[in-house]
């Protein structure tokens, strides 16, 4: 087929140039200045001071997420039948779509224009600098002190690492708990681990409001009259995401957007017009790469080998990439409490794992939900080392559909983390 691809920014999107690929670039760089902070406890004596240079820490990111960006702009220009287009692309009609002064005609259009930061309105924020994930990239300093709106994903990837890297950090959330679409356990978990490196967290944070306050910015917590003000000499935003739909003249395509501004699809990922498709964040149906990536899959199987994969087949799963790391699968224990099925829970707290102990990272659980009637595996949380990785091991047995007694008998190698697993299995409690 021909093939146009129209790209206004830089090549990769999101992921390779202002989210996973340089804030787990960032995050490696923080997990090594940390290293060396507790070098002593490992019988590592270093000699003298250390520092983190962020200009370095930056060039290093920058190398990382620079070579992905080229490699992928390379691969598509060297692909046969397949035309680079640099600009904003707009719908002209059902069809029909313009970038500058092209006229592209096509049978087949699949949207996968993803989002950026939204901007909350708080009170002041017009008049004070901040940051959002993407500008934040371009800091090749060590902010004096980091106040940061939002504490969930993003927030607390970007908390720890600043941390890390020297800034004092602050971490303001209106919910009465971080990240708070977890479990109350891990949420409480998460918070201790934060706390513990000297991170401050306000939580119940109903009114925020921002000023400046000579060189740095004030933050207040609560509007009511007298109260204090947190004063910070940097602000990240990192209250969320927003669909990159308004500027795209999906009216003129008829193409339905909810609410939100996310694009409606079906299981197929069609939109309500025939012929146009949305994949990615930008049809609200996941936030992670993963998730475009697994949309990806599922619109060209459907549409070139003929194999109907759906949307709901896929389970849901993701990384909070803090350390240690918080790997997710399934449901929560509130949502499996919610639908009222009989179920069985197992916990291990990560200072029973020999390999955690080894580590010396010992913080975190990890947990397990089972139907007691089925008994297949509902969902895990594994917050612990090494547990991004770990949890895929629950992930495949419960996309094989199989009885939580397979893993449970199954020999795992020692030491590791995942060995726990089947030990955690054989303990299962009614829930
Ligand atoms: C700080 C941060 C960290 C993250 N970390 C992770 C992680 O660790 N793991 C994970 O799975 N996910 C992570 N994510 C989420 C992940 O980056 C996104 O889910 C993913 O990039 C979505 O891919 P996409 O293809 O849907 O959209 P994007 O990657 O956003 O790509 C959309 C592209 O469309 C272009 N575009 C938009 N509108 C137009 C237009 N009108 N014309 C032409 N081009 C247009 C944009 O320039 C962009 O290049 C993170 C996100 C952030 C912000």
């Given at each position: 087929m021909k093939v146009a691809i129209i790209e206004r920014g830089l090549f990769g999107g999101t992921c390779v140039n202002t989210g996973c690929i340089p804030t787990k670039t960032l995050v490696a760089s923080a997990y090594a200045a940390r290293m060396v902070q507790r070098a002593a406890e490992f019988g590592v004596a270093i000699d003298g001071t250390f520092s983190v240079d962020m200009k370095q820490v930056k060039a290093r990111k920058d190398a990382i997420s620079g070579q992905n960006s080229k490699g992928v702009e390379t691969s598509l220009e060297k692909t046969p039948n397949c035309t680079v287009y640099r600009g904003h692309a707009r719908f002209e009609s059902p069809n029909e779509v313009s970038v500058g002064d092209a006229r592209l005609i096509s049978e087949r259009i699949f949207i996968n224009v993803g989002g950026r930061a939204a901007i909350p309105q708080l009170e002041g924020i017009d008049g004070v600098p901040y940051f959002t994930n993407s500008s934040i990239m371009g800091v090749d300093f060590i902010p004096k002190h980091l106040i940061i709106v939002g504490g969930s994903y993003i927030g607390l990837e970007f908390g720890q690492m600043y941390r890390r890297f020297g800034s004092q950090v602050t971490i303001i959330e209106m919910s009465p708990r971080l990240i708070h679409r977890e479990d109350e356990d891990v949420s409480d978990a998460i918070r201790e681990i934060i706390e513990a490196e000297g991170i401050e967290v306000h939580l119940n944070a109903k009114c925020i409001s921002v000023s400046r306050q000579g060189d740095g910015i004030g933050a207040g917590v609560d509007c009511a009259e007298g109260a204090g003000q947190l004063v910070g000499s940097h602000l990240l935003l990192a209250t969320g995401r927003r669909p990159n739909t308004d500027d795209l003249g999906l009216e003129k395509a008829g193409v339905s957007v909810d609410e939100r501004g996310y694009i409606v699809v079906d299981d197929f990922l069609r939109t309500n017009v025939p012929g146009i498709w949305a994949l990615g964040d930008c049809n609200g149906k996941g936030a992670f790469t993963h998730t475009s990536y697994n949309d990806y899959e599922i619109v060209a199987t459907n549409i070139l080998n003929n194999d109907p994969r759906r949307v709901s087949d896929r389970i849901t799963t993701y990384a909070?990439?803090?350390?240690p790391p918080l790997g997710r699968a399934g449901m929560t224990e509130a949502q499996v409490r919610k639908s009222g099925k009989k179920a069985l829970i197992g916990k291990r707290p990560m200072k029973r794992v020999s390999r955690a102990v080894e580590k010396g990272e010992t913080q975190g659980f990890m947990k397990v939900l089972v139907d007691a009637v089925s008994q297949e595996i509902l969902g895990a949380a594994i917050l612990g080392t090494g547990g991004d990785e770990v949890i895929h091991c629950i992930l495949d047995v419960m996309y094989a559909r199989a009885p939580y007694t397979v893993m449970q008998r199954a020999m795992h190698i020692h030491p590791t983390v995942s060995e726990l697993i089947p030990t955690m299995l054989g303990e299962l409690k009614p829930l």
């Open positions: 909070l990439f803090i350390d």
